[in-house]
C-alpha cells in the first residue's frame, strides 16, 4: 500500500458547478477525515468517519457539502454549486484509532479545487 | 483564541542551525501533539508525535513537551536547505481523533 490517494490532484471549475473528490484510504485503517486548507493557514476540520458511519461534520460544512464512505473503504467529498470560496486545498487523512487509543494520521496528495 | 497557537514566523536560520519552533494550545484535554512539514504546494507529511511530558528524538528532530504549560516545541538539529518548509503544529481535540491545527510556521534555513 503506497498510502492515501486523492483524485483529482487539481480541478478547475465554474461557479455554479458540482464537483466530486475521491479519497482512497490506507486500506487497513478504520478512520478518515476530510480537511480543508486555505492559503497561509493550517488545515481545518470538515468531516469524519469511522468505517462506513459519518459521525462528526464541523460547521464549517455548510448544506452543499456532501460525503460518503460506501462500505468503509474510499470516501467521496461532493461540493454542489460552488461558490469561490470553496477555493481550496481539499486533504484527506486516514489513521487506525480504537477506543482509548490513536495512532498518527496520514495525508493524502490533495486536491486543489479553483472556483473561477 | 484559537485553540492551537503558533507563532507566525516566518523564522530564519543559517544552516547547520538549530531551529526551535513553538506551540501553544487551549484544551487541557489535548493528549497527543502531532509536527508535520509541509513543502509549498504540497500536503501535510508527519515528522513527529509525541503524547508524554518530556522530550522525544528523532534523528536531527527533537519535540518536546509540557503539558502543565500547554506548550509544544519542535527542535531541528544541524538545518538543512531541505528543512525549509511551513510546519504545522497539530493537537487531538474531542471524542473523535480529529486533528487541530495552528496556521503554521514557515521556516527558511539560508545556505
Known amino acids: 500500500d503506497t498510502g492515501v490517494s486523492q483524485n483529482p490532484r487539481h480541478k478547475i471549475t465554474k461557479r455554479g458547478q458540482n464537483v466530486t473528490f475521491r479519497c482512497d484510504p490506507i486500506s487497513e485503517h478504520n478512520r478518515l477525515y476530510w480537511y480543508r486548507q486555505t492559503l497561509g493557514q493550517g488545515p481545518e476540520f470538515l468531516t469524519y468517519?469511522?468505517?462506513?458511519?459519518?459521525?462528526?461534520k464541523s460547521r464549517l460544512l455548510s448544506d452543499r457539502f456532501s460525503a460518503e464512505r460506501p462500505k468503509g473503504s474510499f470516501s467521496t467529498l461532493e461540493i454542489q454549486r460552488t461558490e469561490q470560496g470553496d477555493s481550496a486545498m481539499y486533504l484527506c487523512?486516514?489513521?487506525?484509532?480504537?477506543?482509548?487509543?490513536?495512532?498518527?494520521?496520514?495525508f493524502g496528495q490533495g486536491t486543489r479545487l479553483t472556483v473561477v | 483564541q484559537k485553540e492551537v497557537e503558533q507563532n507566525s514566523g516566518p523564522l530564519s536560520v543559517p544552516e547547520g542551525a538549530i531551529a526551535s519552533l513553538n506551540c501553544t494550545y487551549s484544551d487541557r484535554g489535548s493528549q497527543s501533539f502531532f509536527w508535520y512539514r509541509q513543502y509549498s504546494g504540497k500536503s501535510p507529511e508527519l515528522i513527529m508525535f509525541i503524547y508524554s511530558n518530556g522530550d522525544k528524538e528523532d534523528g536531527r528532530f527533537t519535540a518536546q513537551l509540557n503539558k502543565a504549560s500547554q506548550y509544544v516545541s519542535l527542535l531541528i538539529r544541524d538545518s538543512q536547505p531541505s528543512d525549509s518548509a511551513t510546519y504545522l503544529c497539530?493537537?487531538?481535540?474531542?471524542?473523535?481523533?480529529?486533528?487541530?491545527f495552528g496556521k503554521g510556521i514557515t521556516l527558511s534555513v539560508r545556505p
Open positions: 468517519f469511522q468505517n462506513e458511519a459519518q459521525l462528526e
Open positions: 497539530a493537537a487531538i481535540t474531542g471524542a473523535n481523533s480529529k486533528l487541530t
Open positions: 487523512a486516514s489513521s487506525w484509532g480504537f477506543t482509548g487509543g490513536d495512532t498518527e494520521a496520514f
